[in-house]
């Protein structure tokens, strides 16, 4: 999925939230198996589009409406079960840090740039950025980078985890198909059932956790692609996975 706005550095207009939302769901109901989310232009996303002729007249009840498109395309991506992966080159600030950062991997070129830059606008962090960034970086430095706004360069952003990996922009096209590829490797729904698992690890007590996993794991037993992987293991083969 490719946000193209360049002029505008991909960000994202009014009308574009529930498009986004729309995106994510066409592509859980379809047979591609990773969604790569990236920018046109040498942007990622620079947010909300905070034009206000786009939004004449625009008063409190229109905008809360329009926050529940937001957090509806912050809630499809973060359901979303299978892998997503985040290319990002160039700007990502605001809703477009958040949107990366609600992706399973962020790839970041030498020339990307993070900032929850809510603060410098006035604004408050949305897209699920309250949720996502003590998550990733730890409530302490969450707060630093929500409070303050500044931009995070490339290589603090790999120090600080809000990327997995920094690469030459010329290639990141190739290293985000080489991640995407290691992703095609595993069988769905175990995708689907270990990505739910790890997203709610921080909600459960040990032993919840391991409830969930004896579940899930008794699910997995149920699937055809076990059968075939623990085959194609035997057979020293590559698994066809069927997603059943």
């Not at 600030?93 to 809510?118: K, P, Q, W, Y």
């Not at 921080?202 to 059968?227: K, N, P, R, Y």
Request: proline share 4%.
């Amino acid at each position: 999925m490719v946000l193209n706005r360049p002029e505008r550095r991909n960000a994202v207009p009014p009308d574009g939230w529930e498009q986004l939302a729309e995106e994510f769901a066409r592509f859980e109901g379809s047979e591609a198996r990773v969604l790569v989310v990236t920018g046109a232009g040498g942007a990622f996303c620079s947010g909300a589009d905070l034009d206000p002729s786009a939004t004449p007249g625009e008063g409190v009840v229109a905008r809360h409406q329009r926050m529940k498109l937001i957090g509806e395309a912050a809630t499809r991506l973060h359901r979303l079960g299978k892998p997503t992966i985040a290319a990002v080159d160039g700007v990502a600030v605001g809703a477009g840090m958040n949107l990366a950062l609600g992706c399973d991997v962020v790839l970041a070129s030498t020339r990307a740039r993070f900032a929850e830059i809510f603060v410098r606008r006035g604004l408050t962090v949305d897209f699920g950025g309250s949720w996502l960034l003590p998550r990733v970086v730890g409530i302490q430095r969450a707060k630093e980078l929500a409070l303050s706004g500044r931009m995070v360069g490339a290589d603090e952003a790999l120090r600080l985890g809000l990327c997995m990996e920094v690469v030459e922009p010329e290639r990141l096209v190739e290293r985000t198909r080489e991640v995407a590829s290691g992703f095609l490797e595993g069988a769905p729904v175990a995708q689907m059932l270990a990505k739910r698992c790890l997203d709610r690890s921080w909600e459960l007590s040990f032993e919840q956790a391991l409830a969930w996993e004896g579940q899930a794991q008794a699910i997995c037993f149920q699937t055809e692609d076990v059968a075939e992987g623990i085959a194609a293991f035997l057979e020293k083969r590559t698994p066809r996975w069927q997603g059943r």
